[in-house]
T-cell receptor, first 114, second 113 residues
Framework: NAGVTQTPKFRILKIGQSMTLQCAQDMNHNYMYWYRQDPGMGLKLIYYSVGAGITDKGEVPNGYNVSRSTTEDFPLRLELAAPSQTSVYFC?????????????FGPGTRLTVL | AQSVSQHNHHVILSEAASLELGCNYS??????LFWYVQYPGQHLQLLLKYFSGDPLVKGIKGFEAEFIKSKFSFNLRKPSVQWSDTAEYFCAVNARNNNDMRFGAGTRLTVKP
């Protein structure tokens, strides 16, 4: 199993540009998550999904959109990039049984908005 | 919603010293608790977790954590740290009736050889 994969690894955007961060998992997990990690701030939940076709907002959803058309994929869309979105983005997944199962993380995407 | 506090932002220890990292959460209901570690240049991986049973849980690499319900705490411990334990450590909580996970700000541990 490849686990959780994310592309791209690095990206530089100009203010106002848009892009999609890709996330895929091959473990047949129901739950998928997007976090951003800022220095000294830990991980903040952006969006999550409990299954195909179902998504919900986390702590910091503004400026982002998600979709979940398949179990495997959970892309994160930035429509109008802003400097405040400079961060490292992590995707994660878990089976989704009772909340006690482990989250598996991808390697992250480092995004810089200039 | 639940929240998590980690009191130590940066801890510096010498090899063989004992480690305790604090974690407190705020949520009145039943929770699942986790410690994740992020080694330099790597992604997060699970150290240990608690969801029921014995409040003292043991994880990988000699780490353990104790859930004290009355104190809303889940502190991480290791009796003798190694240089290879240098990493960032995150406490996380997931409420049983919630689908999201909340992370603390993280504690950076530096172990001097």
């Amino acid at each position: 199993n490849a686990g959780v994969t994310q592309t791209p690894k690095f990206r530089i955007l100009k203010i106002g540009q848009s892009m999609t961060l890709q996330c895929a998992q091959d473990m047949n997990h129901n739950y998928m998550y997007w976090y951003r990690q800022d220095p000294g701030m830990g991980l903040k939940l952006i969006y999550y999904s409990v299954g195909a076709g179902i998504t919900d907002k986390g702590e910091v959803p503004n400026g982002y959109n998600v979709s979940r058309s398949t179990t495997e994929d959970f892309p994160l869309r930035l429509e109008l990039a802003a400097p405040s979105q400079t961060s490292v983005y992590f995707c994660a997944s878990r089976v989704g049984v009772g909340g006690s199962d482990t989250q598996y993380f991808g390697p992250g995407t480092r995004l810089t908005v200039l | 919603a639940q929240s998590v506090s980690q009191h130590n932002h940066h801890v510096i220890l010498s090899e063989a010293a004992s480690l305790e990292l604090g974690c407190n959460y705020s949520y009145g209901g039943t929770v699942n608790l986790f410690w994740y570690v992020q080694y330099p240049g790597q992604h997060l991986q699970l150290l240990l977790k608690y969801f029921s049973g014995d409040p003292l849980v043991k994880g990988i690499k000699g780490f353990e954590a104790e859930f004290i319900k009355s104190k809303f705490s889940f502190n991480l411990r290791k009796p003798s740290v190694q240089w290879s334990d240098t990493a960032e450590y995150f406490c996380a909580v997931n409420a049983r009736n919630n689908n999201d996970m909340r992370f603390g700000a993280g504690t950076r541990l530096t172990v001097k050889p």
